[in-house]
């Protein structure tokens, strides 16, 4: 029975489970066929001070995982400044891309909502002090219930 239940838990969690993706295209395209959302999240992991607490507080807690794994692809393009932290290069040219299309004023934090063809829906600029969790997903919510 312990080992039911252990099982269960396990597959629950991993349900709720929903990696950042770093292709675009390929993100684009599983967005189509599930007909979810993407979420682009432009981000500077080692030295942008709200980007890391946009990730910690709002990305990184269950209760938005979850509602990624139900309703979005999320795809992250990171622009590190350490060494050690550098993408390889096809990575960096594939974030620059973005960046041309999508990010090029170069805000830090900048997470957008598109369509699976990549058209805009909604944008954050910044990490607000005002952004909760439950703001996030009710905000991303408003397009997710009209989709349905």
Known sequence: MKSLILITLF???LSFSEEWKLDFEEAKIEAAQSHKYVLLNFSGSDWCI???KLKKNVFESDKFM???AEN?????ADFPRLKKNQLDSRQTSQNELLAEKYNNQGKFPLTILLDSNGKVIKTWDGYPSTLSVETFISEINV?????K
Do not use: N
């Open 11 to 13: 597959s629950t969690l």
């Open 50 to 52: 709200p980007c890391i």
């Open 66 to 68: 979850r509602f990624a």
């Open 72 to 76: 979005l692809i999320l795809v992250r």
């Open 143 to 147: 397009f997710v219930d009209a989709k």
